[in-house]
Every structure is written in structure tokens, then in C-alpha cells.
């Protein structure tokens, strides 16, 4: 389904954010073309990293990192 790790529901939705922003991000074209909108494209990035960063698989490498500090 993809190379992100569906664990739960929780990801499944994320996983569907997830594909529609890097769909959004591909309709913007090439970088090099000119008028590409970086604004938007930073944006999309952002957004992407942030549903990434809360799928389960990433939270529990965060969990696993942080209970060696504990």
C-alpha cells in the first residue's frame, strides 16, 4: 500500500493525507520550471512532514529514543 507503515485506523487516515499532499505537491511541476511556487511547495512540504512525523511507526521510534534519557 506504501512505504509508510499502516499500523491502525489512526494511520490509514494519515496515510490518505498523506497521498493527497504529495499529489498536490506533484500537480505543482517541476522545480525548475518557471512560476513554480516555492511558497506552496514549502508549505506542502511542511504539511507532509508533520503527518509523517504522526504515524505510529514514528512515534514509537520517538518513544523508544526518549525512554533512554528517562
Not at 5 to 28: A, M, P, Q, V, Y
Request: aromatic share 8%.
Amino acid at each position: 500500500m506504501s512505504n509508510h507503515g499502516i499500523r491502525n485506523n489512526n494511520d490509514l487516515k494519515l496515510w490518505f493525507r498523506i497521498k493527497s499532499i504529495e499529489k498536490k505537491i506533484n500537480k505543482l511541476g517541476s522545480m525548475h520550471s518557471r512560476g513554480f511556487d516555492w511558497i506552496e511547495w514549502e508549505s506542502l512540504e511542511e504539511d507532509l512532514a508533520n503527518n509523517v512525523s504522526q504515524l505510529s511507526i514514528h512515534k514509537n521510534i520517538v518513544k523508544g529514543v526518549l525512554s533512554r534519557y528517562d
